[in-house]
T-cell receptor, first 113, second 112 residues
């Protein structure tokens, strides 16, 4: 049973470019969560999605950031016009139900030059 | 939301038992206490969760006193591979229980 998968594991972008981060939840999990981790800090909640629905995006910046979890395919976190401050590790987690244990993927490390 | 406080770092030696204590004075009645482990360049990994008294699994034990204002993660006979950051989380409870709140964690260094 494969765990949560994220790709790419590392992503380098120049300022102003777009970054697309993908997350495939564990089999049987329909709840996906995105977190961001800055160096030497804990993870910060960004957004919670179910299939085709955004449930809570309270932790996601209002501008340049968007997330989706289509009926088919992985969840995608999209960052438009990246800036240096977007450099961080982005983790995706999934669970079978919202109150149950979240299982994390290996993360995508975004570096903005 | 219940804030957690835990030591920034701890040192230990192989074979010793390690106890990491977390304070959560404002824990709510329906909050659970969860511990995650994170290795460098990896995502957090669930270790254990509890509500009160003691919980034990194949990896660790979690001790929670009656007032629930603190909890202690106990790792028996640590090895070098237990070097990691350990996070204590208190679930907000209710409809927002999915919104995990990570503090800075405790960096555990296990020496040979």
């Amino acid at each position: 049973n494969a765990g949560v998968m994220q790709n790419p594991r590392h992503l380098v972008r120049r300022r102003g470019q777009e970054a697309r981060l993908r997350c495939s939840p564990m089999k049987g999990h329909s709840h996906v969560y995105w977190y961001r981790q800055l160096p030497e800090e804990g993870l910060k909640f960004m957004v919670y999605l179910q299939k085709e629905n955004i449930i809570d995006e309270s932790g996601m910046p209002k501008e340049r950031f968007s997330a989706e979890f289509p009926k088919e395919g992985p969840s995608i976190l999209r960052i438009q016009q990246v800036v240096r401050g977007d450099s961080a590790a982005y983790f995706c987690a999934s669970s079978p139900r919202p109150q149950e244990t979240q299982y994390f993927g290996p993360g995508t490390r975004l570096l903005v030059l | 939301l219940a804030k957690t406080t835990q030591p920034i770092s701890m040192d230990s030696y192989e074979g010793q038992e390690v106890n990491i204590t977390c304070s959560h004075n404002n824990i709510a009645t329906n909050d659970y206490i969860t511990w995650y482990q994170q290795f460098p360049s990896q995502g957090p990994r669930f270790i254990i969760q509890g509500y009160k008294t003691k919980v034990t699994n194949e990896v660790a034990s979690l001790f929670i006193p009656a007032d629930r204002k603190s909890s202690t993660l106990s790792l028996p006979r640590v090895s070098l591979s237990d070097t990691a950051v350990y996070y204590c989380l208190v679930a907000p409870g209710g409809d927002s229980s999915y919104k995990l709140i990570f503090g800075s964690g405790t960096r555990l260094l296990v020496r040979p």
